[in-house]
């Protein structure tokens, strides 16, 4: 009996992908790309490679460059304000509130770092540019949100000195978001560990708020 002739291979199947999948793939790469090379450095088609997907394409999802930045900084942004507001208003003391707002920007600079470096590299570039007013409003109100803690925490005595808390602001924000630079999630301590150790070096002490 001749052997069995055997079925031919199933033909995979092409499914097509989620445009919001593809949308969000464009708008990782474009971060990557504008935090490494610069916006003006970067080219739609620059964004397109990373994508595989040709340029003309890509503009069914974006009309433009400024398009594609605006959707980054609106999700980074939104995400962030988000995050924030929940911190400020969950009911913690003043000094822990602080504390998981760092924490929060170390696990943010962990997970997302483009976005971060793209929001800092362009941030007074984009000052008062039509269209993207909504940077400086939302800015804004993040701000605030560390200042009303960080003004809580110097009304209930947590600070062993005494300086004004728009000075304060100035030096936890820079000190804590500067370092997307340099730390990365794995070295040494994880982002809690590490937000644990800066408000100790803000309080002055470490003893646990």
């Known amino acids: 009996m001749p052997p069995a002739t055997p079925e031919p291979a199933a033909r995979p199947l092409r499914v097509r992908e989620d445009p919001a999948v593809r949308r969000q793939a464009i708008l990782e790469a474009a971060a990557r790309l504008f935090a490494t090379h610069g916006f003006a450095d970067t080219t739609v088609r620059d964004i397109g490679d990373e994508v595989a997907i040709k340029s003309g394409s890509l503009y069914h999802y974006f ?3 400024d398009a594609i930045l605006e959707a980054v900084l609106r999700e980074f942004l939104a995400d962030l304000g988000t995050a924030t507001a929940a911190i400020v208003s969950a009911g913690t003391s003043p000094r822990r509130q602080v504390t998981d707002l760092v924490r929060h ?10 976005w971060v470096l793209t929001y800092q590299n362009e941030f007074l570039r984009l000052a008062g540019q039509p269209g993207f007013e909504f940077v400086a409003g939302e800015s804004a109100r993040i701000e605030a949100a560390w200042v009303a803690a960080l003004t809580a925490s110097a009304e ?8 004004p808390v728009a000075v304060r602001y100035r030096l936890v924000r820079d000190a804590t978001w500067t370092a997307v630079r340099w730390y990365r999630p794995g070295e040494e301590l994880d982002a809690a560990a590490l ?14 708020g």
Do not use: I
């Not at 920007?105 to 483009?114: D, I, N, S």
């Open 156 to 163: 209930a005595g947590d600070f062993a000195v005494d300086v």
């Open 195 to 208: 937000a644990e150790r800066y408000v100790a070096v803000f309080y002055g002490n470490h003893a646990a």
């Open 105 to 114: 920007a170390f696990t943010l600079m962990g997970e997302r770092p483009y």
């Open 63 to 65: 009309a433009s460059k």
